[in-house]
């Protein structure tokens, strides 16, 4: 008999957290656990969680009211084991909402495996994350690495509008990393381009062929391409 846990899988965007929250699901399930997945504002739409890899799946939509020790509670009480529960997205829990789910690990024996992003597009944590690494039990991050456009790890998460990052606006603006060219998307960056706001067009701007020359640009002076 194990110890139930909380665990928190964090990463930037795009390094494939909503697959592996579907796999983590799959896996248990084939072995007959009792799962339960939520999540909160997917890009793909409400009660969703989409991989980019194609997987969807249907998962209970978080809302400010949702309270996860009586959706554990509630659904025991109608004969259902309830092992464990998925939270995709759950940089958008509120902190309460986390104290909850530690408290469903600790007190009614549930594993949680949440995954999220850590921090916002200005580099904060996100106060549902921020309750996650106070509290979890593990905090792993992803295997699979994000890469920034210069070759190595991303690591933050920028916000941009045509290719330019901004610092700017709400916390929460639901978007995608490949987003049209007029909209409001997101790109990885490694940290030292996302405090120099170098995204990659800005970096093509800079210096129109830096991979033809296996440079990084001038305007970067630095780590060279792929040097991940
Ligand atoms: N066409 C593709 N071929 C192979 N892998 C892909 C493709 N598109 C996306 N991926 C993988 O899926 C990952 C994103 O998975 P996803 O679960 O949607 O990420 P997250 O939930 O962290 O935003 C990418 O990092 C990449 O590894
Ligand atoms: C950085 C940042 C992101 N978001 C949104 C954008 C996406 O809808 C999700 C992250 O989804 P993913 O599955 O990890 O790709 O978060 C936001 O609202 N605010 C931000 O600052």
């Known amino acids: 008999m194990t110890v139930a846990e909380l665990v928190f899988f964090s990463g930037t965007m795009d390094c494939g957290k909503s697959t592996l929250a579907l796999q983590m699901h799959h896996n248990h399930a ?7 997945l939520f999540t909160r504002h997917d890009r793909a739409g409400t009660a969703t969680i989409s991989s980019r890899l194609g997987l969807t799946q249907r998962a209970h939509e978080v809302g400010d009211d949702t309270d996860f020790w009586s959706e554990v509670i509630t659904r025991r009480t109608h004969g259902r084991a309830v092992d464990y ?9 509120t902190a309460e909402q986390v104290e909850q789910l530690a408290r469903v690990v600790d007190e009614l024996a549930v594993d949680v495996y949440a995954f999220g992003i850590s921090t916002d597009f200005r580099a904060r944590l996100f106060p549902g994350s921020a309750r996650l690494v106070e509290l979890a039990d593990r905090v792993e991050v ?4 994000a890469l920034c456009w210069c070759g190595a790890r991303a690591t933050h998460n920028a916000r941009t509008v045509g290719g330019t990052m901004v610092v700017e606006g709400a916390q929460v603006v639901v978007g995608d990393v490949a987003a049209g060219a007029d909209e409001v998307g997101y790109e990885v960056l490694c940290r030292r381009h996302h405090m120099r706001r170098m995204t990659a067009a800005a970096a093509r701007a800079a210096s129109p062929s830096p991979q033809t020359l296996g440079l990084a640009p001038a305007a970067d002076q630095g780590r060279l391409p792929l040097d991940a």
Do not use: H, M, P
């Open 142 to 145: 992803l295997q699979v690495r």
């Open 85 to 93: 529960l998925v939270g995709d997205e759950a940089q958008f829990y």
């Open 30 to 36: 084939a072995r007959g656990r009792d799962g339960v």
